[in-house]
């Protein structure tokens, strides 16, 4: 009987202190090699449209940004993807520009910019612009990726950080926003 309780006892304190379960091994967890794509659809108060396609190939590769924004007047207008996915406010709630280094503004090319820069599009005389961006600093999955954060496109052109006003190195001074999208995973 004594015994019976010892061994009782003992396994127990073998319960007590058995080793956490293993870490899942590599191939269990879920898969991150497959191509991502998104999608923005960009729309406002005013009568700005745009579309937004994103695809990227490989986790810490380029994302490809094709893009067809309407109803601008011709010129440069600043082009970012701000914090927040909402626009229960319109486009103000998506917040400041996208930056999870703590950055102060810039270009694309720049080491020091927020991860949301992506400069300016330029519209023609027809109101259109369409072109096709390469970022590395916007990925579609990991920790900083950009699904569920917002596109906005700007009144403005964007000085890049270099204007030397007050919002140069925040906003690059690109005025009203016009019409903003949020980010989503496509069904294509
Ligand atoms: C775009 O925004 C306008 C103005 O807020 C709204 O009337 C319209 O329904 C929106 N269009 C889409 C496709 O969401
Ligand atoms: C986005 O992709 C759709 C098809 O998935 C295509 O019809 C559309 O033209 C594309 N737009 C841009 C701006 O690339
Ligand atoms: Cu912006
Ligand atoms: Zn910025």
Redesign the pocket.
């Known amino acids: 009987m004594a015994m019976q309780v010892l061994i009782a006892a003992m396994a127990a304190h073998a319960l007590t202190f058995a080793p956490p379960p293993p870490f899942p091994p590599a191939h269990a967890l879920p898969q991150q090699d497959a191509s991502v794509s998104a999608v923005a ?1 960009l ?3 005013s009568s700005v449209k745009g579309i937004v396609n994103l695809s990227q190939q490989a986790p810490g590769g380029p994302t490809n940004v094709e893009l067809k924004i309407t109803g601008l007047k011709p010129g440069k207008h600043g082009f970012h993807l701000h914090q927040f996915g909402d626009l229960s406010n319109s486009c103000l709630s998506a917040g400041p520009h996208y930056n999870p280094k703590k950055m102060s503004h810039g270009a694309p090319g720049d080491r020091m910019r927020h991860a949301g820069d992506l400069g300016n599009v330029v519209a023609g005389l027809d109101g259109i612009a369409e072109t096709t961006i390469v970022d590395l600093q916007i990925p579609l999955g990991g920790p900083n990726s950009v699904i569920g954060r917002a596109f906005v496109v700007h009144e403005l052109e964007d000085d890049l950080g270099k204007g030397g006003q007050e919002l140069s190195l925040t906003t690059g001074n690109a005025g009203g926003r016009l019409a903003c999208g949020v980010v989503g995973l496509s069904s294509k």
Request: no cysteine.
């Open positions: 659809v729309n406002g108060s």
